[in-house]
């Protein structure tokens, strides 16, 4: 096996109000093996995200206000390619996208990357280990497995996993990324179709459960939106329509 070179990895961590967490996430990440740049792109946050961020040693972006999750991935992957303009590299950076709110458990996330530094797989998706109960949380998530087992034969485990690592050029050809957080789910679909590979990776990654108030509420009915735009824009089909 071909050893993959130091400094081969980039993190980027979407986030928004996650002043609590987001230091240990971003130290935790930036020991990861491969890995010599963490950028925290800042959606829109209420609090000290961006400034606790850069703290703890992340390059920091930020929009002024939130304009969701896919938006906030694309802009972290063009501050990366911009930043490696300006560098004698040979290639480009592999993409580790991690969830804020991960904390001291993205130090967990190397064997994420692992299949994509050694050339095994153009993208990997994460399978929490320990999964914790998310109340109302499945029915997106089944929503999103069952369109993607429809558009392409294969159904995830975790198919709204965020925590994922791919190619530059797997993540240049899956753009524009499907809006908010469709994300993941247009992802998937779309490097399937162009027959790229895909590895699922258990690791031991834990972040914030979702709870039960009406904000969680609020928020599960978004994801839902998204997700079902996403397969919309796919010609991917809820079952009993035609």
């Known amino acids: ?11 980027v961590i979407p986030a928004r109000n996650e002043s609590d967490r987001i230091a240990a996430t971003v130290r935790s990440a930036a ?16 609090d000290g995200t961006a400034a606790i961020a850069e703290a703890a040693g992340a390059s920091v972006m930020r929009h002024a206000r939130s304009r969701g999750k896919a938006a906030a ?23 580790l996208f991690l969830d804020g709110d991960l904390a001291e458990t993205a130090a967990e996330a190397g064997p994420l990357a692992a299949p994509v530094r050694s050339g095994q797989a153009d993208m990997t998706i994460a399978v929490f280990s320990h999964r914790v109960k998310q109340g109302g949380h499945g029915f997106v998530v ?7 087992m429809r558009a392409t034969g ?14 530059r ?10 809006p908010g957080f ?3 789910t247009g992802l998937t679909i779309d490097l399937l179709r162009q027959g790229l590979r895909i590895q699922e990776v258990e690791v031991p990654l834990a972040h914030r459960a979702t709870g039960g108030d009406w904000r969680s509420q609020v928020h599960r ?22």
């Open 154 to 167: 294969w159904r995830p485990a975790q198919p709204l996993n965020g925590q994922r690592c791919l190619t």
């Open 73 to 95: 991935m694309e802009t972290g992957a063009e501050a990366v390619r911009l930043l490696e303009a300006r560098q004698d590299r040979a290639g480009p950076r592999h993409l």
């Open 31 to 46: 020991g990861l093996a491969g890995v010599d740049l963490v950028i925290v792109v800042d959606d829109g946050s209420g």
């Open 1 to 11: 096996m071909v050893q993959p070179p130091d400094g081969d990895v980039a993190v």
């Open 221 to 242: 009915a978004r994801q839902f939106a998204d997700v079902a735009r996403a397969l919309a824009a796919r010609q991917v089909r809820r079952p009993g329509y035609r």
């Open 169 to 178: 050029a797997a993540f240049e050809a899956a753009r524009p990324l499907a």
């Open 142 to 148: 089944a929503l999103s497995g069952s369109g993607i």
């Open 182 to 184: 469709g994300a993941e």
